[in-house]
């Protein structure tokens, strides 16, 4: 049973930081990318970054550009979002999503490409 499973969510004022992390079980973790969507209250659920499985690379949205990283341990089975400069507008549940290298799936921030998603972790930024 694949697992996804956010943490480090909270409350932050508006310029403060906050590291995500996401655990994996239940799946081979260094053969699936990776990648975080947010979900603001009324929206769509939206992409915001993603690394690949070890090359290395990353995509962003350009909201979050220059001040969110995502990385990866493939020995703790373990995605993060490292999350500076926030911004009110940053207020949303926060989900990590991991995508199998198997078949076409689009473009990174294609939702309908991941095959697991977690349960989310809520981040809210005051202004």
């Known amino acids: 049973q694949v697992q996804l499973v956010e943490s480090g969510g909270g409350l932050v004022q508006a310029g403060g930081s906050l590291r995500l992390s996401c655990a994996a079980s239940?799946?081979?973790?260094?053969?699936?990318?990776m990648g975080w969507f947010r979900q603001a209250p009324g929206k769509e659920r939206e992409f915001v970054a993603f690394r690949s499985r070890s090359s290395g690379v990353t995509y962003y949205a350009d909201a979050v550009k220059g001040r969110f990283t995502i990385s990866r341990d493939n020995a703790q089975n373990t995605v993060y979002l490292q999350m500076h400069n926030l911004k009110p507008e940053d207020t949303a549940i926060y989900y990590c999503?991991?995508?199998?290298?198997?078949?076409?799936?689009?473009?990174?921030?294609?939702?309908?490409?991941?095959?697991?998603w977690g349960q989310g972790t809520p981040v809210t930024v005051s202004s």
């Open positions: 999503a991991a995508r199998s290298f198997l078949g076409n799936r689009g473009a990174p921030n294609n939702i309908n490409g991941y095959d697991y």
């Open positions: 239940g799946l081979t973790f260094s053969n699936y990318a």
